[in-house]
Nanobody, 123 residues
Framework: QVQLVESGGGLVQAGGSLRLSCAAS??????MGWFRQAPGKEREFVAA????????AYTDSVKGRFTISRDNVKNTLYLQMNSLKPEDTAVYYC??????????????????WGQGTQVTVSS
C-alpha cells in the first residue's frame, strides 16, 4: 500500500504558476497521474507519466501549459502549472496506477489516491 500526499496548491492570479507535489510513502512503480475536480463537476484526467518518466500524456485543455514529471529517488510526482486560467480552479489529486502497461488515462484504472490539494485561479 502506498500513501500519497499532495501539496503546493493555493490561490494564484490568472497567468501565474504553481507546482504541485505528490509525495509517496514508498517508491512508486508504474504509471502515475494527476486528476482534478471542479465544484459541481466530475473528476477529470489531467496528466499521466510512465514509471521511468519516459512518456507523458495530457488532456488537451492543459497541453502546453502543464508539465508532469517524477523524481523516483525522492518518490515524488510533480505537476508544473503555468499560464493558469480561472477554469483550472479545482481540487487536484495525484494517483497511482498499474505497474504494467503504458500510459493510462482512465480514472478507474488508478487504485491509490491522495487527499487532494486546492488550486484556485482568480481573474
Amino acid at each position: 500500500q502506498v500513501q500519497l500526499v499532495e501539496s503546493g496548491g493555493g490561490l494564484v492570479q490568472a497567468g501565474g504558476s504553481l507546482r504541485l507535489s505528490c509525495a509517496a510513502s514508498t517508491r512508486t512503480f508504474g504509471v502515475m497521474g494527476w486528476f482534478r475536480q471542479a465544484p459541481g463537476k466530475e473528476r477529470e484526467f489531467v496528466a499521466a507519466i510512465t514509471g521511468s518518466g519516459g512518456s507523458t500524456a495530457y488532456t488537451d485543455s492543459v497541453k502546453g501549459r502543464f508539465t508532469i514529471s517524477r523524481d523516483n529517488v525522492k518518490n515524488t510526482l510533480y505537476l508544473q502549472m503555468n499560464s493558469l486560467k480561472p477554469e483550472d480552479t479545482a481540487v487536484y489529486y495525484c494517483a497511482k496506477g498499474p505497474v504494467l502497461g503504458g500510459l493510462i488515462m482512465a480514472e478507474r484504472e488508478y487504485s491509490y489516491w491522495g487527499q487532494g490539494t486546492q488550486v484556485t485561479v482568480s481573474s
